[in-house]
Nanobody
């Protein structure tokens, strides 16, 4: 399974951005897709996950501002980010997990700055 994240860029505080993650390869039944992020000088942290049945969960730091979604038919996952803050600046990574194996995409940089 390969993943390709896109959609990062520079946005002003309070702005919005939508990230996408495209998957390719063999996908079987139940799986989980997630977004993580890594700010400069910090460890990678969990942002949100969504199960193949649509159930989702979020880190407290983004709850109410970010929305994760997926299109199973198109093998795409999205992260709609709103009310962005400078502390949201990070490289965002997508992850796909199935049958006990994790697959990571390359990151996409999100910079929140005026």
């Amino acid at each position: 399974v390969q993943l390709q994240a896109s959609g990062g860029g520079l946005v002003q505080p309070g702005g919005s951005l939508r990230l996408s993650c495209a998957t390719s390869g063999s996908i079987f039944g139940a799986n989980v897709m997630a977004w993580y992020r890594q700010a400069p000088g910090k460890q990678r942290e969990f942002v949100a996950f969504i199960i193949s049945n649509g159930a989702a969960n979020y880190a407290d730091s983004v709850k109410g501002r970010f929305t994760i979604s997926r299109d199973n038919a198109k093998k795409l996952m999205y992260l709609q980010m709103s009310s962005l803050k400078p502390e949201d600046t990070a490289v965002y990574y997508c992850k796909f997990s199935q049958r006990g194996v994790d697959y990571w995409g390359q990151g996409t940089l999100v910079t929140v700055s005026s």
